[in-house]
């Protein structure tokens, strides 16, 4: 139903929500080892979150931390971007990486779960903490 699926995020203790319903969408699969399960979303001033789950089984309803190259390049734990105005990105760090999700639910029709960690900008090394993350998006394949 339209107006209920959502990701929302304390980013440095500030509520930072994406309610429009026309980006708020999950996937998961493979391409051949790796397999993901991405939730993402962005809301009217150009904010958006992404969170990637990533591992070499097939991504199912647990809790996923870190975020590691293994094997032949392939990636198990976490990402947590975030955009905030466009241009500015701010993602889980490989070097030390502190983020963790939890996927409640994973369906054929929606996704759900909970994320949080710190979140780094590449250029400046600026971190952001995220917490009391939250989402429910609809699945698209």
Not at 50 to 66: A, C, K, N, R
Request: net charge negative; hydrophobic share 35%.
């Amino acid at each position: 139903e339209a107006g209920d699926f959502f990701i929302r995020a304390k980013i440095d203790g500030v509520q930072v929500e994406m309610k429009e319903q026309k980006t708020l969408q999950g996937s998961a699969g493979n391409n051949g080892v790796q397999h993901g399960a991405y939730i993402e979303g962005e809301n009217e001033i150009q904010q958006s979150i992404g969170i990637h789950f990533w591992d070499l089984e097939p991504v199912s309803v647990g809790t996923y931390s870190g975020l590691e190259v293994v094997e032949n390049g392939n990636f198990k734990g976490v990402n947590i971007g975030y955009i905030f105005d466009a241009t500015t990105v701010y993602a889980t760090a490989l070097e030390g990486p502190v983020s963790s999700g939890t996927i409640l639910v994973l369906n054929e029709k929606e996704i759900k779960g909970t994320f949080s960690g710190i979140i780094r900008e590449p250029l400046t090394g600026e971190t952001l903490t995220v917490s009391a993350g939250e989402f429910y998006v609809r699945k698209i394949k």
